[in-house]
């Protein structure tokens, strides 16, 4: 049998991030665990956590007997990391609660930190028991702040009267039991009823804020305009990539006319600032005012959870508290939920402003259930309804998709206006089943599958190119995409008939472009476009 390795040996190993013990080297880890040097500890405790992780299926009991032994220090990073652990069962629960009960207080809050991790564990009950007894001996402030913010973790209902009534000298022990509190409150109400109503009307102007791929920002203006008449232009329409604004009044169920856009929101008039310390109150009042209240709870059906982002600047938990306490005072049936909110909160400070985005989370999106199915380098549907309206649609369009993969683009056309034919090629079978299947869910009769070489097939007729080709970063890796697509435009021209026009997504926008003019096409629009990750540009020809 192997023998664990000695405490020199030991120590240099922790210091490698890529060191993963034996089970059998776990009273050595926890001694070091004591060691004077930071780095050591912490060392100890990550190859103590990626034991347990790697699948040593007793670390947790060998370092809660290792723990028995053990000086107060060790004993209480060894409960730091049994919490990192979070193990179910009840054994491992019992040594925590046994360790509220330790003569050194280190391992006390230790331990109560680490049973708030515990919210899983089979054991839950017998914890939250031993939590609220602990809480009513009115500890030592530090084990009591430790308690406190262990019950509303493990979401301990029984607690909430005992920690909205704290009261005292400390502020820090206020606003732990407060934050507690809040969150019991937010888990006794998930089982209560939250949506948004898309069908209800609001009967005052917001600023509408729609969301889309960069580059299809004009289109998608345009079609707002187009479709949406409780829409009017407010100052500059185009906030930046990916970013149209409007004035609005309506229902927002009535924006799911919009085919080009990924989402929308309502944006709260903006708050100067001074500084980054005032940018928190001003997002309490932004949220609390008035404007908020006539958008968040007509739109809702049942309590406003909501949950509170800030763009660009990670989770800033510490604030998002802040924000939520202060908030929860003005605004007390509102309900901040992170996991099962209706309501997205999305708080931007930039150029001296702070500015909060109001998103419906949870409002049904009928526009794309067609997709039943997807092929690799599919366009997103809204990008091929931006191709559809970039191209325009005549009654008697016969439409052809060279590369009709899942068959958005036809679907798209499809839905746009009246058409003579619809004809999709590919050289993929499946992606010829995939896209039958999506145009039988779309309700798309009579469309013409061939499995055909998009730069040899010819069908008669067409009028209205619309494709999404192989983009190199994705499909075409040797070397070959850019004689494809010369190939292609070759033959598109060839296919269409005079006044007949082709728009589409190139990878290879001024290549593409120069070989289209160089044949006797009239290159209309060109517009590069985010596809996510890269851009491709978005070219619209037509045929003398």
């Known amino acids: 049998m192997a023998r664990p390795r000695d405490s020199a040996t030991l120590r240099e190993a922790v210091r490698s991030s890529g060191f993963t013990p034996s089970t059998r080297d776990m009273d050595g880890l926890v001694e070091l665990l004591g060691d004077p040097e930071e780095a050591v500890v912490r060392g100890s405790e990550q190859a103590i956590v990626r034991a347990a992780s790697g699948g040593a299926a007793d670390a ?6 290792s723990l028995e032994q053990a000086t107060p220090a060790s004993r209480a990073r060894g409960f730091r990391v049994v919490g990192q652990l979070a193990p179910r069962d009840e054994p491992s629960a019992r040594a925590l609660i046994a360790g509220l009960a330790d003569t050194d207080a280190r391992v006390q809050r230790a331990a109560a930190h680490a049973l708030g991790r515990l919210r899983e564990s089979d054991a839950a009950k017998e914890i939250a028991s031993a ?65 948004v109503v898309g069908d209800v009307a609001l009967d005052v102007d917001v600023e509408l804020v729609l969301a889309c791929r960069g580059g299809l920002e004009a289109i998608v203006r345009g079609e707002l305009l187009e479709r949406c008449p409780g829409a009017r232009p ?11 604004r409007a004035h609005w009044r309506g229902a927002p169920s009535a924006l799911m006319s919009m085919r080009t856009m990924l989402d929308f929101g309502f944006a709260l008039p903006a708050e100067r600032v001074q500084d980054e310390a005032a940018v928190e109150a001003a997002c309490v009042r932004s949220l609390a005012s008035e404007t908020a209240r006539q958008i968040l709870e007509p739109l809702t059906r049942g309590a406003v959870r909501y949950r509170l982002e800030w763009e660009g600047k990670g989770h800033r938990r510490g604030a998002t508290w802040r924000v939520v306490h202060a908030l929860t005072a003005l605004r007390p049936a509102w309900v901040n939920d992170p996991t099962s909110s209706t309501w997205n909160a999305s708080v931007r400070v930039a150029r001296g ?43 008697d369009d016969v439409v052809w998709d060279p590369f009709v993969g899942s068959g958005s683009e036809l679907v798209e056309r499809a839905k746009a206006g009246p058409y003579r034919r619809l004809i999709g090629s590919d050289l993929d079978g499946g992606a010829i089943a995939t896209a039958r299947r999506n145009f039988e869910a779309a309700g798309v009769a009579g469309v013409i599958l061939q499995l055909a070489d998009a730069t040899l097939h010819s069908p008669d007729g067409v ?64 517009q590069s476009v985010d596809m996510g990750g890269f851009h491709a540009e978005l070219q619209h020809w037509q045929k003398p």
């Open 60 to 65: 947790v009991v060998r370092l809660l007997a």
């Open 131 to 195: 939590l609220l007894a602990k809480w009513d001996e009115v500890p030592e402030l530090p084990l009591a702040r430790a308690v406190a913010e262990a019950l509303g973790k493990l979401g301990v209902a029984e607690a909430r009267e005992r920690l909205t009534a704290t009261e005292g000298g400390d502020a820090e022990l206020s606003r732990i039991a407060s934050k507690s509190a809040a969150m019991l409150k937010r888990d006794a109400s998930r089982g209560e009823e939250s949506e």
């Open 234 to 244: 407010v100052g500059p329409t185009i906030l930046g990539s990916g970013e149209v």
């Open 353 to 395: 402003e702070v500015r909060v985005l109001l998103t419906p989370r949870r409002l049904a999106d009928p526009r794309f259930l067609y997709r039943l199915g997807d092929v690799p380098a599919a366009s997103h549907p809204t990008i091929a309804a931006a191709l559809v309206r970039a191209s325009g649609c005549r009654d």
């Open 463 to 526: 009028t209205q190119i619309l494709t999404n080709p192989p983009m190199g970063r994705r499909v075409a890796r040797d070397g070959s995409l850019a004689d494809l697509l010369d190939r292609f435009t070759d033959q598109a021209a060839k296919v269409l008939v005079p006044g007949g026009r082709l728009t589409w997504l190139s990878p290879l926008g001024g290549r593409t472009a120069a070989r289209a003019e160089a044949i006797g096409l009239r290159v209309v629009l060109r």
